[in-house]
């Protein structure tokens, strides 16, 4: 069983701030996704990494997949009340790109 | 123009009531797929469907079935409901092969 474990659970900061949020596994996943779940609403993609090693930015984000495509982060600059919500990483195992094993959840909140 | 669409969006019924929850996409996405998120957030698939071919969750108890009538549709029949399957459902789509998936807004579950 493919198991992702985020890091932290919960993460309350103010208006702002920085913060990464990580996404740990043993196993080896083809690609990595990362969703925003904001209340009463199902998750949103924000972004997908293949490629070991490789870094995206979406705004004042930063997603990066680790060398050996076990790992990933998600790097927020200046975070803003906007950013609030349930941040997931998912990975997909190699042949089964169908099959996304979700990891733990990062609650964020962002005060003003 | 919702992209994937579930009603009802609550759902309040008592122990060993059969019930059903209907999902569909609009997005032309070949692949559909059931989540149950627990209290703690924790998204887990249940199953996943992409032309007759039907991927379960190994843990799913067997009186969760998915039924899809056409390929832009994917419900979820509930039999003999339980305390403990009390959660949020999301539907979700893709393209075979993608990964990228997109979400429903939820069904709170809530069994009495």
């Known amino acids: 069983t493919q198991l992702l474990e985020q890091s932290p659970q919960f993460l309350s900061i103010q208006e702002g701030e920085n913060l990464t949020v990580y996404c740990n596994s043993s196993?080896?996943?083809?690609?990595l996704q990362w969703y925003r779940q904001e209340p009463g609403e199902g998750p949103v993609l924000l972004v997908t990494?293949?490629?070991?090693?490789e870094v995206k930015k979406l705004k004042r984000l930063t997603f990066q997949f680790g060398d050996a495509r076990k790992d990933s982060s998600l790097h927020i600059t200046a975070a803003q009340p906007g950013d609030t919500g349930l941040y997931l990483c998912?990975?997909?195992?190699?042949?089964?790109?169908?099959?996304?094993?979700f990891g733990s959840g990062t609650q964020l909140t962002v005060l003003p | 123009d919702t992209a994937v669409s579930q009603t009802p969006k609550y759902l309040v019924t008592q122990m060993g009531n059969d019930k059903s929850i209907k999902c569909e996409q609009n997005l032309g996405h070949d692949t559909m797929y059931w989540y149950k998120q627990d209290s703690k957030k924790f998204l887990k698939i249940m199953f996943s469907?992409?032309?007759?071919?039907?991927?379960i969750n190994e843990t799913v108890p067997n009186r969760f079935s998915p039924k899809s009538p056409d390929k832009a549709h994917l419900n979820l029949h509930i039999n003999s409901l339980e305390l403990g399957d009390s959660a949020v459902y999301f539907c979700?789509?893709?393209?075979?092969?993608?990964?990228?998936?997109?979400f429903g807004p939820g069904t709170r579950l809530t069994v009495t």
């Open positions: 998912a990975g997909a195992a190699s042949g089964s790109a169908r099959q996304l094993t």
């Open positions: 979700a789509s893709s393209l075979r092969g993608a990964g990228e998936q997109y």
């Open positions: 469907y992409n032309n007759k071919e039907l991927i």
């Open positions: 196993s080896v996943f083809s690609s």
């Open positions: 990494v293949v490629t070991g090693g």
